[in-house]
């Protein structure tokens, strides 16, 4: 039995691949804090800011409640529930635990902090989820030609943009981190960056004011779980090192350690995910560990219907860093 960590964790970033690992984490982990990215600019949250008003995009913080929640068997799959599209309905495509978040909010006066507090008691969470910023800010994106694309969605979606090189990624205008974020970065114990898509996840939570400045300050050790496979438009052509030398550019200092997949996959799998111009991240061991004092490779990849990371290899392989 793997033993409980009496320590403050902190998992920043944002993207199915980090919910994922939360549901593994909340189950060790006492002192789990999660710092959620507010750069979704699609789906329910975008409907819910041009309909509504609302100002800032909910979808990552419901999901990071969900996956942290006692209660996921009943209430989060209530806050999970997304209704059916409808022509004729406005609540089709929503997801109902966006649609409470903002209920909450408005109990609270427009206090999205206290909706949050509201949430983890009804989800009973194992942990606290904060948004790394109250402002608003739009993601945007420098490609190599010197095109500048907007928001989170064209960025994510190469359909919707020239299929270049990402030359840098900023917001606009800027953004200031939480109080709530900045103060859990800065105690941790340990610092978790990832899963998550490279640019429009985990490096839009850097680019907020005063986060890049608390992990620096934070004597904890950092922990980066890179990437599975590459993104098409975003990180084509990728190895590991790539990611961790964006990671290190942002952020201003280099991570600890790197969890890398070095597992294979079948190749019928490959050869779906090639046909979407996507492909497993190469692991160059011998650069990586120029670059980071310590590389953990390690089969941490699902090799079934999708290609994910499996939460609970993660964990195992990390298992001996958490508890040192």
Known sequence: MRREINERVVSIGGGTGSFTMLSELKKVVTGLWAIVTMMDSGGSSRRLIDEFGHPLPLGDLRQALVALSRSRKLWGGIFSYRFPDSQNGSIGGHSLGNLILHALQ??????????LDDAEEILNTAGHVIPVTLDEAMLCAELSDGTIVRGETSIDIPGDRPVLPIKRVFLEPGATATPRARKALERADKILIGPGDLYTSIIPCLLVDDVAEAIRSCDGELIYICNVMTK???TDGYAASDYVREIHRYLGRRVD??????????????????????????????LLRTLVPRVLAAPVATTERLIRHDAERVINTIWPDLIA
């Open 232 to 234: 098409h438009g975003e």
């Open 257 to 286: 350690t790197v969890v890398v997949n070095n597992g294979e996959f079948p190749t019928g799998l490959i050869e779906r995910y090639a046909a979407e111009d996507a492909f497993p991240v190469r692991p160059d061991l011998d």
């Open 106 to 115: 408005d109990l609270n006066g427009g206090d999205l902090l206290g909706a």
